[in-house]
């Protein structure tokens, strides 16, 4: 079935693109939420006017993601953690960690656009951040040792 995307899709496509799907994966999922529409004769007028709506839309999203990135890129982030005897950490650094520590810098980032390596040790590590498709981010965060009590 080919419809039209009203949403931008992971791993199908971005808002506006007309794509090939099966039958029952645009009945079931994509129509019922308002994701997409069928490409019909009746509506390939709008398919028209809702494309190029998208490529304006889009070209304002991505350059809101550059700033936003460039913004970020400035930013560098310490996180202090308790420590064992050898080294390693009791638990790890995770992305919802990361999150609440740039929503204390004022960034409003979702924890699932936050890409974390395994972190168990003290150190310097790197942060992705997808902001945008094509559009990321890199921020060293700096595990450091909780002190003490």
């Known amino acids: 079935m080919e ?35 069928p ?13 190029e709506r998208n490529l304006k839309m889009r070209a304002k999203e991505l350059a809101d993601a550059q ?33 609440d520590l740039l929503k204390a810098k004022g960034f409003e980032i979702e924890k699932q656009a936050i890409i974390v390596p395994h972190i168990k040790a003290v150190g310097t590590f790197e942060v992705d951040v997808r902001l945008y498709s094509g559009v990321h981010a890199k921020l060293p965060i700096e595990v450091t040792a909780l002190a003490a009590e």
Request: cysteine-free.
């Open 3 to 37: 419809i039209l995307l009203i949403e931008n899709v992971p791993s199908l496509g971005a808002r506006g693109d007309v794509v090939n799907v099966k039958d029952g994966y645009a009945r079931n999922f994509l129509l019922p939420r308002k994701m997409a529409l």
């Open 39 to 51: 490409v019909t004769a009746g509506n390939k007028r709008q398919i028209e006017l809702e494309k």
């Open 67 to 99: 700033a936003l990135a460039a913004r970020l890129e400035a930013v560098s982030l310490a996180v202090a953690k308790k420590v064992g005897e050898s080294g390693t950490l009791f638990g790890s650094v995770t992305n919802a960690d990361v999150a």
